[in-house]
């Protein structure tokens, strides 16, 4: 029987706190009962006395880029170049401390739409040289040798937007961005407060973003993927 009767508690109280440092500050002076703990974290956390860390094992979260309907980032080739170019392991070692899972495919672990098979079959896996040759399909080629590819004769200069104040986004953007320049891009990032970054994605201003969706159900491809796409949904 699940239902235990009434609650414990007499209230439950949320305090938003945006920087994640002062985040986890408050949870160790007392302030805060709960937290949703950072990945860097969790060794030091969990080596407190009374802390107990609970980690879900397979997560109803995906981590994806996502891009605008304009040029270069509507041409097929140049998003299936991103898609091969990001060291998806890499991020998961190092941005998230191994606690996470590197995902070919856009249907999270955990749910029960997840087929570990097609997605080694039909999944973006890690390939620099799959990269290049998607983005040589695509007819953008360094014509002089400045190891940046060009567009109408122009070098291709983009930024990868994501939003502020979670540092596993920060350092998964930081590597992603060599990853891209490797294939011939030329890429900065920034990131904004998401309360900002909502209207850039509706007007497409972004061109494209990092950006993280969670969601129980496969429903998710047709929200997320389905013209017009989620932002104008």
Not at 29 to 50: C, H, K
Not at 108 to 131: H, M, R
Not at 143 to 148: D, R, S, Y
Not at 202 to 216: L, S, V
């Amino acid at each position: 029987d699940l239902n235990k009767g009434p609650a414990y508690v007499d209230a439950i109280e949320f305090n938003i706190i945006s920087e994640p440092a002062t985040r986890t500050a408050a949870f160790e002076s007392g302030e805060l009962d709960i937290l949703d703990v950072p990945s860097a974290d969790v060794p030091r956390l969990s080596a407190l006395p009374g802390v107990t860390i609970i980690a879900q094992e397979k997560g109803h979260n995906i981590n994806f880029i996502e891009f605008s309907n304009k040029p270069p980032f509507d041409n097929a080739n140049f998003r299936r170049a991103i898609g091969y170019a990001i060291d998806r392991d890499s991020v998961v070692e190092i941005a998230y401390q191994g606690r996470a899972t590197a995902n070919p495919c856009p249907v999270p672990v955990g749910d029960a739409a997840f087929d570990a098979e097609l997605c080694a079959t039909y999944g973006f896996i890690y390939d620099l040289e799959k990269a290049k040759a998607e983005l040589a399909a695509g007819g953008f080629v360094d014509t002089n040798g400045n190891g940046i590819v060009e567009m109408d004769g122009q070098d291709i200069e983009v930024t990868l937007w994501s939003y502020s104040g979670f540092d596993v986004q920060q350092k998964t953007l930081e590597l992603i961005q060599p990853d891209l320049n490797a294939i011939g891009l030329k890429v900065e990032i920034q990131t904004v407060d998401f309360g900002a970054l909502q209207p850039m994605l509706e007007a497409g201003e972004t061109g494209m973003d990092y950006m993280r969706w969670t969601f129980y159900d496969q429903s998710i491809l047709s929200q997320l993927f389905k013209t017009p796409g989620w932002v104008q949904q």
